[in-house]
């Protein structure tokens, strides 16, 4: 049977974006034919009373059996050096999956310490969260994500950023990018030049999976 992962934040004993968390087990349960059934996110976390400050990765991994596991994980942003550009035009993320055997698998062939997807010529995600894209004084995500994050969710629907398509073609256009996920939130320390992409068009040919 499948099994599916919410990663949230909790910091300071407050959990964050839980509406689009909530939204998004009850959306998979639907696509799975258990429309009207789901885990109520909520009363999971507050039955682990959890009491400590400081930043958490709470993970729920659920089976549409209502079977669950849970962890809180100590969390710090990762400062990464560096990307490479992939292609899989087949690979589909839409759901989100434990399984992330072939997202391992590409980063294990990878030379870069990350890895951006790019799937039928258009940037995607990389292998754990959505990227931003800055042009200008505007920061735009792609429009051919993998996966609709509940981080990108808020901040479109904030008017922080804006969707647009990127592409092979078009991504020197913008100078700099960063990644977005549920435990990170635009955040001026971790901006990343565009040329961290080892692999820019141009530069070196991509690598094909």
């Known amino acids: 049977m499948y099994q599916f992962i919410e990663s949230i934040k909790v910091e300071d004993q407050e959990i964050f974006l839980l509406e689009l968390h909530q939204k998004r087990v009850d959306a998979t349960f639907a696509h799975f034919g258990k429309e009207g059934t789901t885990i109520d996110l909520a009363k999971i976390y507050k039955h682990l009373e959890h009491d400590e400050d400081g930043l958490f990765k709470f993970r729920i991994v659920y089976d549409l059996d209502k079977k669950i596991r849970t962890q809180m994980i100590p969390y710090a942003i990762p400062e ?3 990307f490479q550009l992939v292609e899989n035009n087949s690979f589909d993320y839409s759901f989100k999956f434990e399984d992330r055997k072939e997202l391992e698998k ?3 062939k990878a030379k870069a310490e990350e890895i ?5 010529n258009h940037i995607t995600d990389t292998s754990y969260s959505n990227i931003l894209f800055l042009r200008g004084k505007d920061w735009f995500t792609p429009s051919s994500y993998l996966l609709n994050g509940v981080q990108r969710q ?6 922080q950023i804006k969707e647009t398509e990127i592409t ?4 020197k256009e913008f ?3 960063q990644i977005i996920n549920a435990l990170n ?3 001026e320390n971790f901006i990343y030049p565009i040329d961290r992409i080892i692999n820019l068009p141009g530069n070196e040919e991509y690598e094909d999976i």
């Open 80 to 82: 990464i050096e560096s």
């Open 106 to 108: 590409m980063k294990m």
């Open 116 to 120: 951006i997807i790019v799937k039928n």
């Open 154 to 159: 808020h901040l479109l629907r904030k008017k």
């Open 168 to 171: 092979l073609q078009n991504i």
């Open 175 to 177: 100078s700099h990018f």
């Open 185 to 187: 939130d635009i955040d």
